[in-house]
């Protein structure tokens, strides 16, 4: 929680050798005239108001290892002398850095982490980024890259983490040693095209490549990734049907196939995913019912409380949970603070989906969110839904839905959004719990036969037999009417009741009795 100028003395003291000054509120005297007496092994001033090219004077830590200088305001190209300088971990993302990278940057035998992600760097990448054989973490994201991704990356045998996301690469993926250790691979949202590219090292883990133009069908090739926690190939161009073999990699945690032109229905063998805690199958054209094996989700009843077995590759753990909560923020009704690893939900909305809702749905109660939005779904909410004690957001809009909303979903303590609307919903919207704070009509829209103080629409109050009895109908209809809202139980025993004395008290059973009072009179 220090505050204040960063003091230039601090640079004076000669036996100085490390400096880590970041994520303070401190800032550094942009106009103050720095000549170190001191030789910097590491150097962090993270967040602390540099403005303006990268400091020259850093040129002069000849043994300087580790610098960040990140989340601040630099401007200018990546300088020559830095690029020469031997040093083990660069971060510099979060400025306003521009240019190409130099080539020169990758002759280095040393340089094992490079974190220039969230800059303006543009140009192609250089062709002999495969030489810098020491990187084991490469972050690039959100920049302005251009071209194709240099083959002589897969030279870089020690890597571990390749993130080239947000650019604007193009062309196919080059050939991984299936081999080599490369865990985290984030090529999402580029230009990149061909088929699904298999060409990873088999040990990897998370492997992000939406928001390009990868085409044709999953290859069953998929399975050689053994150890693949993370599947995310949302917003590209893929199509046949779910593949059936997909069920065998029962190491997934995460599947997106959102955004695609997949069809063909939701087969019963998903279920063996038995460690899945994120399905998004939504924006395609699946048809067929949503089968009820989908409560076996193990994933999904009881999701963990700590972080993925991927954390450990990595002692860049700040920048790699950062990656992780950018995916979540695009995802309505989550949390943006907390690991993915604790979160689970279901999206099967925007799809040709029919049939009733399954019951068994009632099991996943560590579902966050549920969508099922934009289907044919039919027939009534399953009460079982009011068990999903977790769910912060549910949304079963547009739909055929009928009859009442459940009374259960007042149990729903920890829900935040809601939709219901354009159904065929009825009755009383239910009362009590978060229910009460689900005051949106539009949650609401479009059922006709809804009431509640959340749409400010008065429900009718029941009314007495004699006002709901029509004059010239018998009672008949109104006992019927009556023994409905008793309900089951006491109208069977009603039944049973009403027949054993209508057997009793027939005209026959009333002739006999008065013949016998009549001779026993005489006698």
Known sequence: MLTGEIPSWLFQMKALKNLFLGKNALKWNNNAKIVPQCMLSGLSLQSCGLVGPIPEWISSQR?????????????????QWLAEMELGTIILSDNNLTGSLLPSLFHSRSLSLLDLSRNRFSGELPENMGNATAIMILILAE???????????TNIYRLLLLDLSKNRLSGTIPFFDPTSFVAYVDLSFNDLS?????????????????????????NRNLTNFYMLEHLDLHDNRLTGEFPDFI??????????LRNNFLQGSVPCSISNLSNLQILDLSHNSFTGSIPSEVGNLVGMIETPSTFSSI????????????????????????????SIDIYSWLDL???????????????????????????????????TVGNLENLESLDLSHNSLSDPIPHSFTK?????????????????????GQMDTMDDPTYYANNSGLCGFQIQLHCPENKSPQAMEPEN?????WFAWEAMWIGFPFGFLVSILVILLTGLFTPKKLTQQRSLLRKHARN
């Open 247 to 256: 069920s065998e990699m029962s190491t997934l945690r995460s599947l997106n």
């Open 63 to 79: 043994s300087i290892d580790y610098l960040d200088l990140s989340d601040n305001k630099l401007v200018g190209t990546f300088p």
């Open 412 to 432: 729903l303590q920890q829900l935040t959004t809601l939709d219901v609307s354009n159904n065929h919903l009825k009755g009383k919207i239910p009362v009590g």
């Open 349 to 383: 909305s925007k799809n040709h989906l029919s049939g009733e809702i399954p019951s068994s749905i009632g099991k996943l109660r560590g579902l966050k969110m549920l969508n099922i939005s934009y289907n044919g779904l039919k027939g009534k909410i399953p009460a």
């Open 311 to 338: 954390s450990f590759v990595f002692t860049f753990s700040i920048e790699y949970t950062d990656l992780i909560v950018n995916w979540k923020r695009s995802v309505q009704g989550l949390s943006s603070s907390a």
């Open 473 to 477: 109908e018998s009672k008949e209809p």
């Open 143 to 153: 920049n302005s890259f251009s071209g194709k991704i240099p083959s002589s990356i």
């Open 194 to 218: 061909g088929d699904v590219p298999l060409t990873f090292s088999q040990e990897t883990r998370i492997l992000a490549l939406g928001g390009n133009n990868f085409s044709g069908s999953l």
